[in-house]
Every structure is written in structure tokens, then in C-alpha cells.
């Protein structure tokens, strides 16, 4: 018997919702969906006879914490800077907590107070992170308990559109939250590669891509993460030499996404006042160095040598070069580019979506000296663009470890992510009857 | 009768608080001067018979409030993102505030309840914002007094060392906040060119840069402002097609920087663990793109058709190819940098700054059809390490327009900055007097 509070009924808490409600009988269960759109939440529920729908102003601390204290363990599918206020409450009136984002460094600082109270602090339990450190640690544990040792791990995922939908020279539509896409990758990533130490700052982030070919899915970019360097210590690769995780786009998305980083579009701290009386072409000009010939001309110019026909189409695509007016009355270059790639890049109802994820290892098997190589790969399709395979990875991961929690299956408390293998085991093992499977292929 | 507080009494407030002490006796001032550093505020007032020195938490709301409290006028020398806190206490209070800052979001917020308790709320009036607006208004007011029209305005600031003591290949050395500095010009910048709107992000402000040359004083470097537009109003310039504020390095030095910007260390958001077992030469490495040769072979590689001797020269002067360590144990790439520049760029006891600045107005009078083209221009020397041109342009203004008002020169309340005839006149009078004259000359 528990209560169960959701916070945050959106699109990526619809497999998450579902998959509560159907256990909610068995286990006993009480789910209470929150959301600041009370029909969403009343949708979510379809009126279960388990379930309640609520709707709160989640910055209203008082009421926040009363509904907090009504329940045993809080899933918070709110934006992530937002966990921690929820998570502190949470801590306070000893309530478990469960969400699908990166360990922040409020969550970092309750692990202790959370330990000596027996409370979980569940975190990186949804796509990437989540079903990525789960299937990653299971090759992982597997080559040590052969006695192998790991030289080099290599982890890409991505959300893309599936092959069937891909109706665009971008290979891109948006499954998740447009205003993370348009600003990925700023600030400087870390990896580790041949024993050194190696940095990419955003400038170059999108130029200094690794290719990568998925056997019956296509070739990929892979563009390098934020922090690949913590992950060593998490896996237990001590040892390691090359440890980098990146995120994949279409093959070809990240010299054209290149041109909007070096214009300087994505930017995201100069308001732009009265941009309704700019068009988009304007715009590009106005980023653009002083030159002469029409805008499109000039970008050439301004691009160099890595520029292409194929880069040109993209951009025409989305009517970069027009006299296509800006809606948007004010807001940084990168409000401008998303409010248009909004419009490009929306899925259509019967669009589905696709999930890439790829690990690739290095080892060394005891007594033998020649290099093991092994890639494990997993590709969701969605089904339409609100059953899309972005909402049923992210969520179902932390459903189930909700779930095996409550149910006893793993007693861990603090901050905790699904590297261990309690938690990992019977994730994997659900995850593959929801057809989340990966498969391993050694390669030559 | 008057009671002053001086919150900040860093090398900047020197020149701010000897003007108010020496005035003190006419006008019937008593003066605190408060600072963490409670000698350092006993320093300043020496025992000065107007004058006394006290320390304080600025964070301690209620000690600050008491404080202010007691006070007429608060003089804030704080860095730029404390003063929110004080004005608001100032406001509440009754209480004038005084800054050199840029008007910050906070400060205008306040500007209305200001405004009709008839408190001052007085920003940007230091050397760069400060005196550029002050001596740029009285050309702008004197040019349209005959009715003439200003096309195009253009102003250029920098703090840098003098010709007599500039001893090393970058020109230059810290006068002011090494932090502010390495930081410079994260962001985009926006000017007006010939009627367009132009926008420059952060990973190309140094390389458009603009060349210029003020007689007797040397050729520089010059780089955008974050935001020139907003001074098109400050002005009362409507009908310019050229605004472009911006800050001069040496000649030189923006190419040399350019590498920190392409390279990625100046970046201020990932920190690196255990920076203190690497080297400067082994961080450049990191953050340079794989490839083959020593990490000087590489670096010209990867900087391309831009790079040449003088930059190399400049980068060996910073031993940033050596294997020396780096000492600070963890921190950004900016910050590693900056702990290597503030040994390098280290103002010697008898080395003297110099602040450049340069207006340029292009302007028709009417019946005439020839452009006309005038420079205003100022240089100031300092004295030694301590008596900085930099300190005392900065905390010039400020001292002045704080006795103006104080006597009644002027009776303006809410924000204010130096652009109104009723502050700049009398300002740019006694900064004459101060040696702080500016030359103003018709170009052919």
C-alpha cells in the first residue's frame, strides 16, 4: 500500500501514468496526478478508480508541501531546475522521490540527510540518463566477472524521427523540449580519450562530430555530451582510457546546425527588442559580417570551405534566406530560431518517432592480448506523435524502478542512479516484454 | 550636513573617498567608509576627522539595513550584481544611492517609488559608463545647438598600461577586475551600422574589431559593447544610422585573444577537478583538436590563416606551452587562465595605466551638404600602481556628482545617468580641473 504523487502531466508522462495505473490494483497503489492544467491531469487519470487528478502552482511552497506530506514517494516530471525545491520537501517530511533527470547539485547535498533517514533519491532513471547507465552496466558487470578489463567505452543516443517520417532534409523533428534542443551543447564538454584529458567549447561542439553507422538504422553525428568524466568513478571503469558520451543527430544535421552556432543564433542572454519588425532573412544579415551579394551569398562566403549544397538546402528549408516575418516581439536569437523550428520541425499526428541509443566497448579478455569489440544497440520506434517512443523511454524506466522500489525488489536510499544492480536487473528484464531491447554484436 | 556611506573601499574608491574627505569640511560631511576588510577602510579614512571606518556583512540583511539606515547617501563600490539589495534598502529608507555601474533590471524597477519619494537612484557615472557619457552629450548638445544632425556617433574606451611602462608583447596589464576582463564580451554585442542592426556573438567579437589611431598615443584594437543600441535613446540620437560603443586593447591584442575564445579557456562554466596536476601547455592540449606535432605545431594548425609570430610570441610570453603548473585545485578554464594573467599582467609598484578614450561624430550642419567629422579625445597617465588613472577616472565622477547634488547643483530623482546637461556640465568642468580634459579636432 503507498501513495503515489505525480507532479507534471505532460506528454512524457503519459507511459508512466499508464503503465502506475495498471499496477495500482495489484500493489495497492493510490496515484495522484498533479499538474498546473487540471484537464491534463483528468485526462492522464480517465478517471481510474485508483487515481485523483489535482492542479497546483507548484511555487506555492505552502500548498506544494501539504500535498507532498499526503504521499509516500513524489515522481517529479517537472523541469529540472524545479526538483530541488520538491526534492527538499520531500527529505523533510520523509518522502521518497523519483525523477528522470541528472543528479543536481541541491539533490547531491540531501544524499546525506536522505541516508539517515531511509529515503530514495532517485534520479538519471529515464532515457538518457536512465535506460543507458541500466544497459551499459550490465555489459560492464558482465566483461569484469569474465575478468576483462575495459580500455574504452563509448555511449551515443538520440531522439530523432523515425526513417518512415523523416519528411525533411534535417532528419529532425522534436520529440522532447524544443528550448533544450536549440540550446545543447553550450558551456564546454569534457571526455576522456587515449588517456588524455580532452575539452570541446561549444564554438566547435557541432564541427568536431564522430560518425556513426547503426547496422539497418543509418549513419549518425555524434556530438559530444557535457560530462563524460564523472561517469568513470559511477561505472567502475578506473582503469579506462576513453570514456566519451555523445548525442547523435542525423548524418549531416551538425554542419548545418554548425552555421547557427557560428552566426551566433543560438544565442541565449541578448534580448532581441521589437523582432516582429524583422524577418528571417533579415536576421541572418544583421548576424552576419559586413560583405557584399545577397544574404545567401554572403554566408557562403562567411562559411568557408566546410559549406555546402547540402547545408544550403537545410537552411532554405526553413526559409532562413525569406522575407518570412518573426512573431516573436521579443527574445534572444536562439527564442527566434526555436519559435520557426517549431513550426519546421513539429510532428505530424501520425508521425512516429525514433529512439538510437549505441554503446561501444573495448576489452581485454584475461590471457589473451588482441582487443575485444562490442557494440550494444537498441532502436524504439513510436507509435503516432503522442505514443511517441521518446515518452514511452523516458517514462517507463522510472515506472518500473518506482515499482520494483515499493515493492522491496532493491533497499537503497540517498541519491541513487540505475547503476547498481539491483536496480538494473529486473529494469532490463521488464523493460525488454515493452520491446525495450538492446542487442550485442561483436564486432571484427 | 550630510551623512555619506562608501560601501567598498578597494583600490577603485582611492580617488572617490580623498574628493569627499577633502570637500567634508566645507559641506558639513560626516563620512563612513565600510568594507569587509575593516583596515583596509582605516586606511582610506586615515583618521580623518569627518571620517570613520567600519566593517559590515553585506549579506547580513538586517546590519546592512541598521547601517544604511543612518545614512544620506550611499555610495555602493560593490561589485556591479550587490547593488539590487542596496537600492532596494535605499528606496525603502529614503535614501539616495550613487553607483558606477550599468543601470541593472533591479535599478530600473525601482525608478517610479524613486521617483516620487524624490530619491536619487544615480548609475553609470564612472570613467566607462561614466565620463564617455557625460563628454559625449556636450559635443552631441553643443552639435545640435546649431542644428545640426548626427549621422553617425562612434565612442571607444579602454584602460590600459602607458607607452612608458609597458613591458610586455600584449600591452597591456590589470588596472581593474582581472575576473572582468578575461570574461569580456560573453554574449552578443548589437550596434548600429549605416542604418542596419548588427549582432556579433561572443566566438567572432575578436576578430571584427575595428582599427584605430589617436595621435600621439598609438594604434588600437577595438571591440563591440555588449549594447550600443540602447544609448540611441540615452542620447536623444533618433535619427543616427551609426552606434557603436566599444573597448580598445592595443594594437594586437584582440587577434592574440581570439585564440582563447577559439580555444575555449575562457569559458566559465565547467569546472575542472584537479586542475593542479595539470600544466598550462597540457590544458591547451586538451582543449585543442586531435593531431600531430607538439602542441605548438598544433595550435598553428588549428588557428589557421590568422595566426602568426607576434601571437606565438604573445602565448610563449605566457609560458602557456611550458610545463608549468597550474596551482589553482579546481576551477573553469577562465579562472585557470586568470590566475596565469594576474601573475603576468601584474602592475609593477612603479608602473603607470593609461585610460584612452575616443568619440567620433559625423554630423551635416544645415545648408551644407559635406559630412563633418569630429574626434573628442582623452588620455590620462597614472601616477603608480596605487594611483591608477583608472581609479581616479572612475572615482572622479562619481565623488563630483555626489557633492553636486548634495549642494543643490542638480535636482533630479529616480535613475539617472550623466547624459543631462544639469550633470554633465559642471562635471566635465571640474574633471578639467582634475586634469581630465578631453581635445576635441575636426578630421579632414
Chains 1, 2 share one sequence.
Not at 521518497?96 to 541516508?115: F, G, N, P, Q, R
Not at 536512465?130 to 531522439?159: L, P, Q
Not at 561505472?235 to 554548425?258: D, E, F, I, P
Not at 566546410?306 to 516573436?328: A, P, Q, R, W
Request: charged share 25%; with cysteine.
Amino acid at each position: 500500500m503507498a501513495n503515489i504523487l505525480i507532479i507534471g502531466a505532460g506528454r512524457s508522462a503519459t507511459s508512466l501514468i499508464d503503465y502506475l495505473l495498471k499496477k495500482s490494483g495489484e500493489f495497492n497503489w493510490k496515484i495522484t496526478v498533479a499538474d498546473a492544467d487540471k484537464n491534463l491531469a483528468e485526462e492522464k487519470t480517465a478517471g481510474h478508480a485508483n487515481a485523483k487528478a489535482i492542479s497546483f502552482n507548484i511555487n506555492d511552497a505552502e500548498k506544494r508541501r501539504e500535498v507532498i506530506r499526503e504521499h509516500d514517494l513524489i515522481i517529479s516530471m517537472l523541469p529540472a531546475f524545479m526538483h530541488g525545491a520538491v526534492a527538499k520537501d520531500c527529505v523533510e517530511f520523509g518522502k521518497h522521490i523519483a525523477t528522470a533527470s541528472y543528479v543536481s547539485e541541491e539533490m547531491k547535498a540531501l544524499d546525506k540527510e536522505a541516508k539517515n533517514k531511509n529515503i530514495l533519491l532517485l534520479n538519471e532513471c529515464g532515457l538518457d540518463p536512465g535506460i543507458d547507465h541500466a544497459s551499459a552496466m550490465k555489459v560492464i558487470d558482465e566483461i569484469k566477472s569474465k575478468g576483462g578489463e575495459i580500455s574504452a567505452f563509448r555511449s551515443y543516443c538520440g531522439g530523432l524521427v523515425a526513417p518512415e517520417s523523416n519528411d525533411n532534409p534535417w532528419g529532425y523533428k522534436f520529440s522532447w523540449n524544443p528550448r533544450n534542443v536549440v540550446l545543447a551543447g553550450q558551456g564546454t564538454a569534457q571526455y576522456l580519450e587515449n588517456g588524455e584529458l580532452k575539452f570541446i567549447p561549444y564554438n566547435r561542439l557541432f564541427t568536431q562530430t564522430n560518425e556513426i553507422e547503426i547496422e539497418g538504422t543509418g549513419k549518425f553525428d555524434a556530438y559530444a555530451n557535457r560530462d563524460s568524466i564523472g561517469y568513470i568513478n559511477e561505472y567502475g571503469l578506473a582503469s579506462v582510457k576513453t570514456m566519451l558520451r555523445g548525442t547523435l543527430r542525423q548524418h549531416g544535421y551538425c554542419k548545418a546546425w554548425n552555421v547557427f552556432v557560428k552566426l551566433g543564433l543560438t544565442d541565449d542572454t541578448l534580448k532581441i527588442t521589437n523582432a516582429n519588425k524583422l524577418t528571417y532573412g533579415g536576421l541572418i544579415n544583421s548576424f552576419l559580417p559586413n560583405g557584399s551579394g545577397s544574404t545567401k551569398a554572403k554566408l557562403k562566403t562567411f562559411m568557408g570551405s566546410g559549406y555546402d549544397v547540402e547545408i544550403e538546402k537545410m537552411l532554405e528549408y526553413l526559409e532562413l534566406f525569406s522575407d518570412k516575418k518573426i512573431t516573436v516581439a521579443e527574445g534572444s536569437a536562439a527564442q527566434l530560431l526555436q519559435a520557426l523550428l517549431e513550426e519546421k520541425w513539429k510532428l505530424k499526428p501520425n508521425d512516429k518517432d525514433m529512439i538510437v541509443m549505441q554503446h561501444q566497448f573495448e576489452y581485454t579478455l584475461p590471457g589473451q592480448t588482441t582487443l575485444q569489440k562490442l557494440n550494444s544497440s537498441l532502436v524504439v520506434i513510436g507509435k503516432d506523435d503522442h505514443h511517441t517512443a521518446m515518452a514511452l523511454t523516458v517514462g517507463l524506466p522510472l515506472a518500473i524502478t518506482v515499482k520494483n522500489f515499493l515493492t522491496g525488489k532493491f533497499k537503497l536510499y540517498g541519491v541513487q542512479i540505475p547503476t547498481k544492480k539491483e536496480i538494473y536487473l529486473p529494469l532490463i528484464k521488464e523493460l525488454e516484454e515493452h520491446t525495450i531491447i538492446f542487442s550485442e554484436k561483436i564486432q571484427d
